[in-house]
Each structure stands twice: as structure tokens, then as C-alpha cells.
């Protein structure tokens, strides 16, 4: 029997980027546009502006490539560039090798603001970070939101 990892460590892009044509950066403007007009028809023109603004912020974001961030499993728990989420703030985890994307895993924490962290892990390093884990947090049925599905549906 091999002996536990001490730690995995690899890197991936901080999320998953879907390449976006000009049909999708026009599609963004006409509606951003439409917006823009009601709002102005409607005497708001400080909400004609702030959805301008978000419009253009959005196809910013959108447009620009994910940087590559180093991910780490220890025995003092999950690193995620340079924050490190101890056991002690997370509750449970899911490896799923089924997604679309790759294997990612799930991990509940305690915290209520951010309640599942996702991070996309190598297909190599799977049983490592398992034989981790299963030590430290109880396996349990994970998903992500609903509405985290439907941004990805968008190309988000």
C-alpha cells in the first residue's frame, strides 16, 4: 500500500473560458443598447449610465483570458493561489470526473458568503488528492448552483 501524499500541487487557468465570436460581443451590444434606450425613455438617465458602464465592463470581462493559477492539496488543506482554505472551514468535498469540462472538485465551506469553491484538478492527480481528502472531510453529494449553469450556458 502506498503512503499517503504529504501534498499535490498543479496549475490551471482560474476558470473555465469559452471563446467568444463577434456574434456574441453584438449580440451583448444591441441588448446593452435596448436597455440604454428604455432607460433613457423612461427619464432615468443614471441608470441609462450605470447600465452602459456594465455593459461595457461585461464585455471586457468576457473578452479577457483567465490567468493560470497554482492549486494546492496538503494536509493543512486546499491552497488556492496564495489563500489557504484549512480543514477547519470546510465541511465536505465531491471529486466530479464526470463534468464536461474536466474532473473539478467541489468543496463545501463553512463560510456563508462563499459556500462551494470549484477548482479544476489534472486527471493524474485524482487518487492523490482523494487519498488527501478522504483523511481530512467527509464525501458528500455536491453540485453547483443552478445559476452558475446557466452563466456557463452563456459562454460565462
Known amino acids: 500500500m502506498e503512503p499517503t501524499p504529504r501534498s499535490v500541487t498543479w496549475e490551471a487557468p482560474g476558470h473555465h473560458h469559452v471563446e467568444k465570436g463577434n456574434d456574441w460581443f453584438f449580440a451583448l451590444a444591441i441588448i446593452i443598447i435596448a436597455f440604454v434606450v428604455v ?3 423612461f427619464d432615468n438617465t443614471l441608470f441609462a449610465l450605470l447600465i452602459g458602464l456594465a455593459g461595457g465592463a461585461l464585455a471586457v470581462s468576457a473578452a479577457k483570458r483567465p490567468s493560470i493559477i497554482p492549486y ?5 488543506g486546499v491552497k488556492v493561489d496564495d489563500r489557504l482554505y484549512s480543514f477547519g472551514t470546510l465541511d465536505s468535498y465531491k471529486i466530479d470526473e464526470e463534468d464536461p469540462r474536466g474532473p473539478q472538485l467541489l468543496l463545501k465551506s463553512s463560510r456563508k458568503i462563499m459556500p462551494l469553491i470549484i477548482l479544476p484538478i489534472p486527471t493524474d492527480h485524482i487518487d492523490d488528492i482523494e487519498s ?3 483523511e481530512k472531510l467527509v464525501e458528500e453529494e455536491l453540485e453547483e448552483s443552478l ?3 446557466i452563466l456557463e450556458l452563456f459562454g460565462f
Open 39 to 41: 432607460a433613457i425613455l
Open 72 to 76: 494546492a492539496v496538503t494536509v493543512r
Open 132 to 134: 488527501i481528502l478522504k
Open 147 to 149: 445559476f452558475v449553469k
